[in-house]
């Protein structure tokens, strides 16, 4: 069984900052790809920034310049450093982990920017 836990949302103003992480655990023995998805209300699920397990990046267009993000293979931990937070970033944050041809989800942290 693999769990995924997020931290580190919250609500925060405008231009300001947050740094997200997700911890895995349980029978692990190698996570692929990791990253961060997103859901606005009324909106679908987006991917925010995803990243491979030798290091390589991919974000959204949106967050570009702004979000960053990494990993610490040995920790099983994926971060997501947010900075120059603008209202739209407001959404709940879900982590995913892949492992084995699964993907493995988060339940979702909360970040809330305010105008």
């Known amino acids: 069984q693999v769990q995924l836990v997020e931290s580190g949302g919250g609500l925060v103003q405008a231009g300001g900052s947050l740094s997200l992480s997700c911890a895995a655990s349980?029978?692990?023995?190698?996570?692929?790809?990791r990253g961060w998805y997103r859901q606005a209300p009324g909106k679908q699920r987006e991917l925010v920034a995803s990243?491979?397990?030798?290091?390589?990046?991919n974000y959204v267009d949106s967050v570009k310049g702004r979000f960053t993000i990494s990993r610490d293979n040995a920790k099983k931990t994926v971060f997501l450093q947010m900075n120059d937070l603008k209202p739209e970033d407001t959404a709940v944050y879900y982590c995913?982990?892949?492992?084995?041809?699964?993907?493995?989800w988060g339940k979702g942290t909360q970040v809330t920017v305010s105008s």
């Open positions: 990243i491979t397990r030798d290091g390589s990046t």
């Open positions: 995913y982990a892949d492992l084995s041809g699964v993907r493995y």
């Open positions: 349980g029978s692990i023995f190698s996570i692929n790809g």
